[in-house]
């Protein structure tokens, strides 16, 4: 929802990245107020994914130049425990399995170091299950996920319901959803952007990072933008998604 | 008689520890005692150049002169309460020494006798199977320990037994070093099956040599689980041995788990010796610091049908040295042998150290074994992926090696000891963190 005296909670400005010497982002600008729905789309190695996880903190790559400001803090001062306790969220576009770490036992102790920072109390193994059992039903999971190892044996579309699940525990201000689509059938993709659209509230944002028009069919995004070389070529409304998927990527790419 | 000053080499650490004091014994005992004796002092401590013993520097053990004990401490229930596994038949032992007060013998049902050795050495049983398969007349602490064991476990279980039996040692502190030599003895009649833990604590930080050896007989169809639990002090030595026959259609399992000690070496032999017999092993050296961990596994399958199946898992930081040899042997005439063994290592810092040597020995077709062997670091993207949850470097690190570990932990069929097992983990990897190898 567009609302141009919501609060800015991540201003992007001239940000450029490398990963191993080699420049992936060459620039990119972007604003995202509380409120807002951002979808960022474009071929395969425009640097979309390369953004999402630059705004993480992934350790490959390196932040060359510009700026992030995320809630007034300087994202690339912070390492990325940091920027998770301070409200950033990063879906992975390829969860990864943790044999030996059962999911439950992840997820009290994510939430529990986020109580902390807040000032909260944390939660015991049994407050914490009443707080789970709510949760799981935002990503209809099947409860004994909870005791498995993390993604361990999870097909992919439970893998990227998990992620949301975590989403969902955590509550972040801003989450950035790395191609969360990608090998999900029809029914899961209707799930877990069920499940985005239920956590969706005026406070908080969503950045979704996809190559496919397919998953703003349910998650409608208020911004459209299009990366292209490392850059945002083009932004506009939902109707440019409309359009990218009727013309393909090409023209914008020409005009570049 | 005993010497204060420190032994400037190891001959004169050797030579302390045969100064050690002579114990009770009944004539049959006698002559083995003597016999181990005469091997110990042939033998002496191995040489570096001796193979099984090249990757382990013993140099640390050799500053230190072990003293005799000679008088004992008197712990209570509270001083051992964290060791303590519920509803387990319980014998303990400080310093070498059996503690009757401490000991919890309720649980025995019939069929199963958990006694201190001293007690049964006039059973013929005993007689009958001690030290008939440890090699003390080729390893020299196997021989020192048979000469200078003070006390031991009897376990004798001739049906099912439930509750778990567990064989508490604990080591205390003292003025000067000393050496104790536990000592182990189990039988398991045809059919029985038991779950027996083999536990070496440390108490308080003492300065010790712990020299223990373990026989374990399984006649046929017999099912044992069998878990042996190396928490010593961090300036303490642990050299173990033991040695397990497999009857036929017989059932062993064990999980070895070594933790503690500055300097520690497990070795373990399994011998196949009736058809169709099945061994697991399984193993996890966990260690930081300057702490060494070597563990010694020999399966040998002498006979047809033989299963084996060996998970070993060494974790390494600081400037830890963990050390894995395990070897299967099929010996000619045991066609149909299916064996695997698998070592997987985790190196946690740059300065730490891993050897691992599977080795498969065969003399026989018609025979299906596999092996291989993997060393690696902490998964760099499962540890962002902590990050990004908000979890810290220190603990994100801690959760996925605990992890490495749950993998063998979790398999030790006594819920207690799982547990308890996991807080010393997670406790020893904070402490080391903090500088040094906490309790």
Redesign the interface.
């Known amino acids: 929802m567009i609302n141009q005296d919501s609060k800015i909670l991540l201003e992007v400005k001239n940000l450029k990245a490398e990963v191993d010497g080699v420049e992936i982002l060459k620039g990119v600008d972007l604003t995202v107020r509380a409120g807002e729905v951002h979808a960022i789309m474009g071929i395969n190695g425009s640097g979309k994914s390369t953004f999402s996880k630059v705004l993480a903190g992934h350790p490959d790559y390196a932040v060359t130049g510009g700026s992030a400001i995320f809630e007034g803090k300087d994202l690339f001062a912070l390492a990325p425990e940091e920027r998770a306790r301070a409200g950033v969220f990063l879906a992975f576009q390829y969860p990864v399995e943790i044999p030996g770490v059962s999911n439950s036992a992840l997820l009290r102790l994510a939430y529990n170091t986020l109580q902390t920072e807040r000032g909260l109390e944390e939660l015991d193994p049994l407050e914490f299950d009443d707080l789970i059992q709510e949760k799981i039903k935002v990503v209809e999971m099947d409860p004994s996920f909870l005791g498995r190892s993390v993604n361990e044996g999870f097909s992919g579309g439970e893998k990227k319901r998990n992620e949301i699940l975590q989403m969902a525990v955590l509550e972040p201000r801003l989450a950035i959803l790395d191609e969360t689509d990608s090998g999900l059938d029809i029914d899961a993709l209707r799930i877990v952007a069920k499940g985005v659209n239920t956590l969706l509230t005026p406070d908080n944002a969503v950045v979704m990072v996809t190559h496919y028009q397919r998953l703003l069919n349910y998650i409608v995004p208020d911004y459209v933008h299009v990366m292209d070389g490392g850059r945002i070529v083009r932004t506009g409304g939902k109707d440019l998604a409309l359009e990218l998927e009727a013309r393909g990527y090409d023209w914008l790419r020409v005009a570049a | 008689m005993t010497m204060t000053s420190k032994p400037e080499t190891k001959e004169q650490c050797f030579e302390q520890l045969l100064l050690g004091k002579t114990v009770k014994s009944e004539v049959w005992l006698e002559q083995i005692r003597l016999e181990a004796l005469a091997h110990a002092k042939a033998l002496n401590f191995p040489s570096s150049r001796n193979d099984d013993w090249r990757f382990t520097d013993l140099s640390a053990l050799f500053t230190h002169g072990f003293q005799a004990v000679d008088s004992y401490a008197r712990l209570t229930l509270q001083d051992i309460e964290k060791f303590i596994i519920p509803g387990a038949i319980r014998l303990v032992f400080v310093d070498g020494s059996y503690a009757a007060e401490l000991s919890d013998l309720t649980h025995a049902g019939t069929g199963v006798t958990v006694a201190p050795l001293t007690d049964r050495f006039e059973d013929g049983k005993v007689e009958e199977n001690f030290g008939r398969h440890a090699p003390y007349k080729l390893d020299a602490f196997v021989a020192l320990n048979t000469n200078f064991f003070e006390d031991g476990a009897w376990v004798h279980v001739a049906r099912e037994t439930a509750a778990p039996i567990h064989l508490l040692n604990v080591a205390t502190k003292r003025d000067n070093p000393f050496a104790i030599y536990p000592r182990c003895m189990v039988v398991m009649e045809a059919a029985s099956r038991a779950t027996l833990i083999e536990d070496y604590a440390g108490l308080d930080d003492g300065v010790y040599f712990s020299n223990t050896v373990t026989e374990v007989v399984l006649q046929d169809r017999a099912q044992l689980q069998h878990v042996r639990v190396q928490r010593e002090d961090k300036n303490a030595f642990h050299v173990g041995h033991s040695s397990v026959v497999a009857g036929k259609d017989s059932k062993y399992a064990s999980f070895s788990i070594a933790l503690g000690a500055r300097i520690s070496r497990h070795t373990l032999h399994v011998k196949q010796q009736g058809e169709g017999a099945e061994i697991h092993l399984d193993g996890l050296a966990l260690i930081g610091g300057r702490q060494i961990a070597d563990t010694h596994t020999l399966v040998d399958h002498a006979v047809p049908r033989g299963k084996s199946v060996q998970l070993h898992k060494c974790i390494a930081d600081g400037s830890s040295h963990a050390i894995f040899s395990g070897k299967i042997m099929v010996h000619v005439g045991a066609t149909g042998t299916d064996s695997a063994q698998s070592s997987r290592n985790l190196l946690l810092s740059g300065k730490a150290h891993i050897d691992t040597q599977p080795q498969l020995e065969i003399f026989n077709d018609d025979v299906s074994c596999k092996h291989g062997a993997t060393i690696g670091q902490i ?4 540890l ?10 220190e ?2 690190r801690n ?2 090696t ?6 063998i932990i ?1 398999k030790i069929p006594v819920p207690s000891l799982v547990e308890s097992l996991g807080r010393t983990i997670l406790e020893r990897m904070n402490g080391d963190r903090a500088g040094g190898v906490s309790k």
């Open positions: 998964d760099m993207d499962a962002f992926f902590l990050k990004s949850r908000g979890l810290s470097e603990r994100a959760l996925l605990h992890a490495f570990a749950a993998e979790d």
